[in-house]
């Protein structure tokens, strides 16, 4: 009876232990995870952070030089070669319309790289050819090889049918492309037509026609003549 009581004494023992253990093994897992669970914080100080050595490239489009220049310096890149070139477009005159380095393309700090950017020169003039005094076909073709277009005026004058006497603008002037020319031809000298007339006596002036003459025949002239002379002698001798 004793030896009873004694072991189910000793079981008890062993199983509160048991009970207990695992009491604390939980406790201290959830205390493992509530720390794990919280973020670790750490400071970096700037002597410690890096730099980025990297930038995008910006848009330089509708910049003027200067603008350009100085967006590119607040990059703090100071391996970039800038180069210039012109280009005529209708863009206005000294802005950008053009790189060579795509916008928002990836660049390294301190690697060299070249970028160029093209400026608009504004739109391409044409000088105005000489037209004035040549053949209006040797005009046209002149005016066509400026890549500008032309109209005909035609004009009485005293030059050559087909020669040009004026245009507009004038020879040297810078025009736009497709500027219309003005040529001014000659079609020659206008003629002036006379009406005829016919001549008409005056009142005073009119003339009274000769009679007209009649012919004898000479035998009877002959005849008469014998005649007279017949008659001459007529008379009585005392």
Same mark, same amino acid.
């Given at each position: 009876m004793a030896v009873l009581f004694i072991a189910v004494a000793m079981a008890g023992i062993v199983v509160g232990f048991a009970v207990n253990n695992r009491r604390m093994f939980t406790k201290n897992?959830?205390?493992?995870?509530?720390?794990?669970?919280?973020?670790?914080?750490?400071?970096?100080?700037?002597?410690?952070?890096?730099?980025?050595?990297?930038?995008?490239?910006?848009?330089?489009?509708?910049?003027?030089?200067?603008?350009?220049l100085e967006l590119l310096d607040e990059k703090g890149d100071t391996a970039v070669l800038v180069k210039w070139s012109k280009k005529y477009s209708n863009t206005q005159k000294g802005k950008i319309i053009s790189q060579s380095v795509t916008d928002g393309?990836?660049?390294?700090?301190?690697?060299?790289?070249?970028?160029?950017?093209?400026?608009?020169?504004?739109?391409?003039?044409?000088? @105005?050819?000489?037209?004035?005094? =040549?053949?209006? &076909?040797?005009?046209?073709? +002149?005016?066509?090889? $400026?890549?500008?277009?032309?109209?005909?005026i035609y004009k009485e004058s005293k030059k050559d049918k087909g020669? @040009?006497?004026?245009?507009?603008? =004038?020879?040297? &002037?810078?025009?736009?492309? +497709?500027?219309?020319? $003005?040529i001014t031809v000659s079609k020659g000298e206008k003629i002036k037509m006379t009406p005829q007339t016919q001549n008409t006596p005056k009142p005073y002036e009119t003339k009274t026609s000769a009679p007209a003459k009649t012919?004898?025949? $000479?035998?009877?002239?002959k005849k008469n003549e014998k005649k007279n002379k017949d008659v001459d002698f007529a008379g009585s001798i005392p």
């Open positions: 897992k959830g205390a493992v995870a509530q720390v794990s669970a919280t973020p670790v914080i750490t400071q970096q100080t700037a002597e410690t952070k890096e730099p980025d050595s990297r930038y995008y490239m910006p848009s330089f489009e509708g910049m003027t030089k200067q603008q350009a393309t990836i660049c390294e700090r301190g690697k060299k790289k070249t970028l160029v950017l093209t400026v608009s020169n504004g739109e391409k003039k044409y000088e @105005v050819p000489d037209c004035v005094g =040549k053949g209006y &076909k040797n005009a046209i073709q +002149k005016i066509k090889e $400026k890549k500008l277009s032309y109209k005909i020669i @040009v006497i004026g245009q507009a603008p =004038k020879h040297g &002037k810078m025009v736009k492309s +497709k500027t219309v020319i $003005k012919s004898v025949p $000479k035998t009877q002239t």
